[in-house]
Nanobody, 117 residues
Framework: QVQLVESGGGLVQPGGSLRLSCAAS????????MAWFRQAPGKEREFIGC???????YYTNFLKGRFTISRDNAKNTVYLQTNTLRPEDTAVYYC???????????WGQGTQVTVSS
C-alpha cells in the first residue's frame, strides 16, 4: 500500500519560511517523479514543481526562485523549502508521486500552510 505523508506545515508570518516534507512508503521511491501541488480555498489545485530521481527539478514559473524542491532517495523523502512567504501562499500543500511528470498516481493527504501576521 502506497502512502505519502506530508508534514511541516503551520502558521508563519509574511516573509517567513517553512520546510515541508513528504515521506513515501510502499513504492520504489527512485522509480517515481515526486511533485508538490497546492490548493488555496476556492481555487483549483496548482502545480508547484517536481523532482526526478537524479535530482533534476522543474518548477512552475510564478513560484520559481522562492520555492525549492529536493529529494533524499535514501530516506524516501521529498522536501519543499518555501521562502519569503506571502499571504497568497496560504493553501493546503500536497505531494504526489508518478512514473512520469504530469502523470501522478499517488497523493498525500496534504499539510496546511497559513501565512498571516
Amino acid at each position: 500500500q502506497v502512502q505519502l505523508v506530508e508534514s511541516g506545515g503551520g502558521l508563519v508570518q509574511p516573509g517567513g519560511s517553512l520546510r515541508l516534507s513528504c515521506a513515501a512508503s510502499g513504492l520504489t521511491f527512485g522509480n517515481y517523479v515526486m511533485a508538490w501541488f497546492r490548493q488555496a480555498p476556492g481555487k483549483e489545485r496548482e502545480f508547484i514543481g517536481c523532482a526526478w530521481r537524479s535530482g533534476t527539478t522543474y518548477y512552475t514559473n510564478f513560484l520559481k526562485g522562492r520555492f525549492t524542491i529536493s529529494r533524499d532517495n535514501a530516506k524516501n523523502t521529498v522536501y519543499l523549502q518555501t521562502n519569503t512567504l506571502r499571504p497568497e501562499d496560504t493553501a493546503v500543500y500536497y505531494c504526489a508521486a508518478g512514473p512520469m511528470h504530469a502523470k501522478y498516481d499517488y497523493w498525500g493527504q496534504g499539510t496546511q500552510v497559513t501565512v498571516s501576521s
